[in-house]
């Protein structure tokens, strides 16, 4: 059996918390009976620092690193140990958008390929697309005309569901 540095964060394929592991999703633990864990982590993620402190909460959160990047060209504002940021959707309003034009144009010329390549939208037939000659006419301003609505939209990256564990026990790290 590998042994695990405590404190130390794994990913897994599973939902469970494997034995001297505990999810990491932000539950609070007694100082008493983790004082060890406690001196590792503090109140970074949580907790009152008199009788209780908190995991971690992985959930519905990307990993980023601590401190300042590696790459010297690229110098974002560090993010400090246990920050949260973000969230999961985002409702824009019209006056957050800059202001554009869609400029779109079709022909009167019937539909006749399928592929837009040097094509416009055509009048309606089973293809929609007509050659890119003929007369140009614009489009009604219906199909463009702002959506969404007030909306909010989904904010997330692709992701694939894993689980990050906490060592609640194993080998008290070393700073050195």
């Known amino acids: 059996m590998s042994e695990f540095f405590l404190g130390q964060i794994m ?4 939902p469970f918390a494997p034995r001297g592991f505990a ?16 001196s590792l982590l503090g109140t970074h993620y949580g907790g009152d620092g008199q009788t209780t402190f908190a995991l971690p909460n ?3 959160r990307t990993p980023v690193g601590f401190g300042s990047s590696y ?5 974002p504002s560090p993010y400090g140990i246990g920050a ?3 969230v999961e959707s ?3 309003l019209q006056q957050q958008l800059p202001q554009h034009i869609h400029l779109a144009t079709g022909t009167t010329s019937s539909g006749t390929v399928r592929n837009p390549s040097d094509a416009l939208y055509g009048t309606n037939s089973a ?9 140009q006419v614009m489009l009604s301003s219906q199909t463009v005309m702002p959506a969404g609505n007030g909306q909010p939209h989904e904010n997330r990256q692709p ?16 700073s050195n």
């Open 23 to 38: 999810l990491c999703d932000g539950q609070l633990l007694s100082m008493n009976q983790n004082q060890a864990l406690f």
């Open 127 to 135: 293809e929609i697309y007509g050659a890119s000659g003929g007369d």
């Open 71 to 75: 790459d010297p060209t690229w110098q």
């Open 159 to 174: 992701y694939d569901v894993i689980s990050f564990c906490i060592a609640l026990s194993g080998i008290f790290p070393s």
């Open 58 to 60: 992985m959930q519905s």
């Open 11 to 14: 990913l897994t394929g599973f």
């Open 90 to 92: 985002v409702t824009l």
């Open 84 to 86: 949260t940021g973000g």
